[in-house]
């Protein structure tokens, strides 16, 4: 599996946009890159998952670079309850999730 | 509504006894997983099934054991070989088809040994 770099800690302010960014530079044209995030103490959450197209849903947007070697989640208005650590995760049918130490998200009033 | 069910949320158990874990799922997933979190850490992969009646060792399954009768659960029990069974315990599932939405996860379930 591709292995994911994330940065530890990042602080935004409340109603501004969160961009985190996301290196994978080892992956292979059928992985998958997979955000989750987990608020303290209760199981991961999906917030949104891409091959190669950019992508949106209802919580966030993924950027997916040209060349697949990084991707960025970005939170276009952050609140008070998107603190939490968001993980960035590559996957493909041949193995399972696989969860770094995630970046730590800090939204401030 | 679909989804996880683990129970219990908090479980104490004295050292030396096994303790098994509930993971209840009506999602009508094939695969389920269980996941372990230490303090600061990320989740570490214990044992998955893809299929009822089978099952793989994860990354750390030494001291725990599983089985999956039913489509819709899968146990774990942590056993007395487990030397530091405290943890946070997380239980997943998915799709055969990972490109849909991955995996839905539990609420999770905390083990102290006291």
């Known amino acids: 599996d591709a292995k994911t770099t994330q940065p530890p800690s990042m602080d935004c302010a409340e109603g501004r946009a969160a961009n985190l960014p996301c290196n994978h530079s080892?992956?292979?044209?059928?992985?998958?890159v997979y955000w989750y995030r987990q608020i303290h103490s209760q199981g991961p959450q999906y917030i949104i998952h891409?091959?190669?197209n950019n992508e949106t849903n209802e919580m966030a947007s993924l950027i997916i670079t040209e060349d697949r070697k990084s991707s960025t989640l970005i939170l276009p208005h952050a609140t008070l309850r998107d603190t939490a650590v968001y993980y960035c995760?590559?996957?493909?049918?041949?193995?399972?999730?696989?969860f770094g130490k995630g970046t730590m998200l800090l939204v401030s009033p | 509504d679909g989804g996880i069910t683990q129970s219990p949320k908090y479980l104490f158990r004295k050292e030396g006894q096994n303790v098994t874990l509930s993971c209840e799922q009506n999602?009508?997933?094939?695969?389920m997983y269980w996941y372990r979190q230490d303090p600061g850490q990320g989740l570490r992969l214990i044992y998955y099934?893809?299929?009822?009646?089978?099952?793989q060792k994860g990354d750390i399954a030494e001291g725990y054991s599983v089985s999956r009768e039913k489509k819709e659960s899968f146990p774990l029990t942590v056993t007395s070989a487990q030397k530091n069974p405290t943890a946070f315990y997380l239980c997943?599932?998915?799709?055969?088809?990972?490109?849909?939405?991955?995996?839905?996860f539990g609420s999770g379930t905390r083990l102290t040994v006291v």
């Open positions: 995760i590559v996957l493909s049918g041949y193995s399972t999730l696989t």
């Open positions: 099934s893809q299929i009822v009646n089978d099952f």
């Open positions: 999602l009508n997933h094939d695969a």
């Open positions: 891409g091959l190669k």
């Open positions: 080892t992956i292979s044209g059928n992985e998958y």
């Open positions: 997943a599932s998915s799709t055969s088809d990972y490109r849909s939405y991955g995996y839905t």
